[in-house]
């Protein structure tokens, strides 16, 4: 079933999925969901928060798909769709007061298989804590361009903010991580 | 500390943090099959929504007239009993404007 599609190219599956074709998405997501869950990662705060982001990207997408225009490739619009939900959750967890933990995923119940995850090095655990304090957009624009190694120009594709805009956001969150990690010394 | 070693201090920790990447294969396993499962329930919860507003638009358009009914009939009988009392007891013009 799946095995069959995998030569088939996304535009195709996606036409698939719009005929009626659920095993058609089922491939796009797998074809997917690696990049998705690796950017969304960044922002769970653990493994069960991690998998509900990536389901509501991917519902998302399903129930949204009519609007993807093709004028970039399926990926980058599945990956506009998930800078949109970390960002909406991490203004979800800003509201409710959630603290992010560092590392919280890898000691939630994560069993990672081989390799074993190396234990959280100090320096890493001031970053992630300062990291959890900055704004929303100001974690977005920075995980992005810093973890993830986005551009300015996709990290306002993905975004909807001008290239000017993620500049400024990404200078402020610099400056304001640089004061917070040396604050934590 | 000047600030290009903080600089310096900072892109030391991104560095470390990228290489350090969580493991999500556990997360991801059979994510397709909870995402399809998650589909159809999404889709049989629109559906039955969808039913059930559509089947309600009768009872809502039944209780639309209804009200209609009710509130023009509840005018004409105000408007009636106001002309009564007006016809039985004419109040004088001059009573509204010496209000002082």
């Known amino acids: 079933m799946v095995s069959a599609k995998s030569s088939i190219p996304d535009e195709q599956l996606v036409d698939a ?3 009626g074709d659920d095993n058609a998405f089922a491939e796009l997501a797998l074809r997917h969901k690696s990049r998705v869950f690796g950017v969304a990662s960044r922002f769970a705060h653990d493994a069960a928060e991690l998998e509900d982001i990536c389901q509501d990207v991917f519902v998302q997408a399903y129930f949204k798909l009519r609007q993807y225009r093709r004028d970039s490739p399926f990926e980058h619009w599945v990956l506009r769709i998930t800078t949109h939900k970390c960002y909406d959750y991490l203004r979800k967890r800003r509201r409710s007061g959630t603290h992010l ?9 994560y069993e990672p298989s081989v390799p074993a995850p190396p234990a959280p090095h100090p320096d890493l655990e001031r970053l992630h804590a300062a990291l959890a304090q900055l704004s929303p957009k100001e974690r977005l624009v920075i995980t992005l361009l810093e973890l993830e190694e986005r551009s300015v120009q996709e990290i306002a594709d993905f975004t909807g903010w001008s290239t000017s805009n993620v500049k400024v956001r990404a200078f402020r969150a610099r400056a304001a991580l640089r004061k917070l990690v040396e604050n934590q010394k | 500390m000047n600030d290009q070693e903080h600089d310096g201090q900072l892109d030391a920790l991104f560095a470390q943090a990228r290489a350090r990447r969580v493991d999500t294969s556990k997360a991801e396993y059979a994510f397709e099959t909870r995402l ?20 309600l638009i009768p009872f809502f358009a039944v209780c639309v007239v209804a009200l209609a009914i009710w509130h023009s009939e509840i ?5 009636d009993a106001e002309q009564m009392a007006y016809v039985e007891n004419p109040e004088p013009l001059d009573s509204l404007h010496n209000l002082n």
């Open chain 2, 75 to 79: 005018v004409t009988e105000t408007s």
């Open chain 1, 17 to 19: 999925t719009l005929a």
């Open chain 1, 101 to 109: 933990s560092v590392d919280a995923m890898l000691e939630s119940g």
């Open chain 2, 36 to 55: 399809l499962a998650r589909l159809r329930t999404e889709r049989e919860t629109s559906s039955v929504w969808a039913m059930v507003s559509w089947r």
